[in-house]
Nanobody
Framework: QVQLVESGGGLVQAGGSLRLSCAAS????????MGWFRQAPGKEREFVAA????????YYADSVKGRVTISRDNAKNTVYLQMHSLKPEDTAVYYC????????????????????WGQGTQVTVSS
């Protein structure tokens, strides 16, 4: 069983920055890609960013490209999401998730490409 625990969310003014963290249990963290999704009230969960098992490949949604950086520290079993120039429309619950075994890069953009999810952390951006 894999457990993912997000942290780092909070209230920030527009233009501000936040760094989210996702700590994973288990000894196989470094073998899997990881992703971040978000879900605003009344909306579907949407892809934000993903990173390959080695960190060598990263993927971003167009809505956050240039403002967000995903990274990972396999020694700490942790994946990060650094967000800058935050906008009110970035307000959502942010979830980290583990890429499903065997999933190809194209699957990283969809919730079906992930098998374990964290409980989420709230990010609120005030205008």
């Amino acid at each position: 069983q894999v457990q993912l625990v997000e942290s780092g969310g909070g209230l920030v003014q527009a233009g501000g920055s936040l760094r989210l963290s996702c700590a994973a249990s288990g000894r196989t963290f470094s073998s899997y890609g990881m992703g971040w999704f978000r879900q605003a009230p009344g909306k579907e969960r949407e892809f934000v960013a993903a990173i390959s098992w080695s960190g060598g490949s990263t993927y971003y949604a167009d809505s956050v490209k240039g403002r967000v950086t995903i990274s990972r520290d396999n020694a700490k079993n942790t994946v990060y999401l650094q967000m800058h120039s935050l906008k009110p429309e970035d307000t959502a619950v942010y979830y980290c998730a583990r890429v499903r075994p065997g999933a190809a890069g194209a699957s990283y953009y969809y919730t079906a490409g992930y098998d374990y999810w964290g409980q989420g952390t709230q990010v609120t951006v005030s205008s």
